[in-house]
């Protein structure tokens, strides 16, 4: 089976975050399985009481307390979902040299490429055991690898992370942060401010602050990064209930994404700090919230073997990224870990999301020589 017609098998699968994975954790399993891998997989319910599973299958070595390998090639099952009026989102078509469809590029496409790779290697011959880890709902939070992390269900020396990077290995990345901001007023009737607080008008004041945070957070950079600095931003703000109602509600969606190194909760603190300065300003302000989200970065050494191996492979210097990965819980794992996969990360999400013929091609030949390097040699 070509890499195209994997790819074609694994689109045709609907695994859209809010659904179940178990179609799709179904079929590599029996892949796997095929090629001469152990499969086991690893069950929990979501929040919304909806069953999905984390798949590992291993060569080389049996599992155990203690699994360990060599290398894991790592990718993530689910898909974002897509616009009703795509007809062939699920259906892999093939136009000018790319694959359109749903997944196509994030990230079935390392997917396909990583079964195309392990199929080229005589697994009877690893000299060091080999893993290939595919986890649920990295789109809606990291869920899945999260789990996998938390449970140590293996430990593995190197890891290659399937994310759109254009094939440009990506050694670093930045982690990813949310929180929501309630603030509470007193509603009033307009025409008599003083009967009321606006929780608006507080929401301006903590806003006003949050930049000024987010200036002096770029004090503190990492060079290998652009923008080099842990970036803030407030993307959704909602508050009020009439234009002649004093406002008694605001919220806001604070997210940030800080530089390896750097701890998340840095910018809880510095929000803390913030509600505190304008608390004792402002007696009536009532501000309260929920950290949701707190993922941190990772950093792979310059000098590691699989770095310096991925750039002899691709011609290309490792960079890095700004979005997030399931590379930091792999690191969790013990792991150097590298992000790199076929595509552009500019076109996933969309409606017409693809991947690059070549890319996908040339993704094969990457993976297999580094399997053949890593654990073959």
Known sequence: MTVQQTLAELVAIDSVSSRSNLSIAGYLAQHCEALGFS????????????????????????????????????????????????????????RQGKLFGRGACDTKAFIAAALSAVAAVNLEQLKHPLALVFTADEEIGLVGAKRLA?????????????????????????????????????????????LGTSAVFGAARLLTKIEEMAVRLRSDEHAAFDPPCTTLNVGLIRGGTAKNVIAGE????????????????????????????????????????????????????ADSRLVS??????????????FGTEAAQMAELGAEAVVIGAGDIRVAHRTGEFVPVDELEKCVEILTQTVQRLCSS
Not at 150 to 167: D, F, H, M, N, W
Request: proline fraction near 6%; hydrophobic fraction near 40%; charge should be negative.
């Open 39 to 94: 499969v086991n997989d690893f069950p929990y319910t979501d929040a919304n009481g909806i069953e999905k599973v984390n798949l590992i299958a291993l060569a080389g070595t049996e599992f155990s307390d203690t699994t360990g390998v060599e290398l894991a090639l790592v990718g993530h099952t689910d898909t974002v979902p897509y616009d009703p009026t795509w007809e062939d989102a699920l259906k892999l078509t093939e």
């Open 150 to 194: 938390k449970a140590r269900a293996l430990q593995t020396r190197y890891a290659i992370v399937g994310e759109p990077t254009s094939l440009r290995p990506m050694r670093a990345g930045k982690g990813y942060c949310v929180a929501e901001i309630l603030i509470k007023g007193r509603e009033g009737h307009s025409a008599y401010p003083a």
């Open 250 to 301: 605001c919220r806001m969606t604070l997210e940030w994404r800080p530089i390896p190194g750097q701890e998340p909760s840095r910018v809880l603190d510095l929000l803390y700090q913030a509600i505190e300065a304008e608390t004792a300003l402002h007696p009536a302000f009532v501000c309260e919230v929920d950290a949701a989200r707190a993922d941190e970065g990772f950093e792979t050494s």
């Open 309 to 322: 191996l991925l750039e002899e492979l691709t011609g290309r210097e490792a960079g890095t990224v700004a």
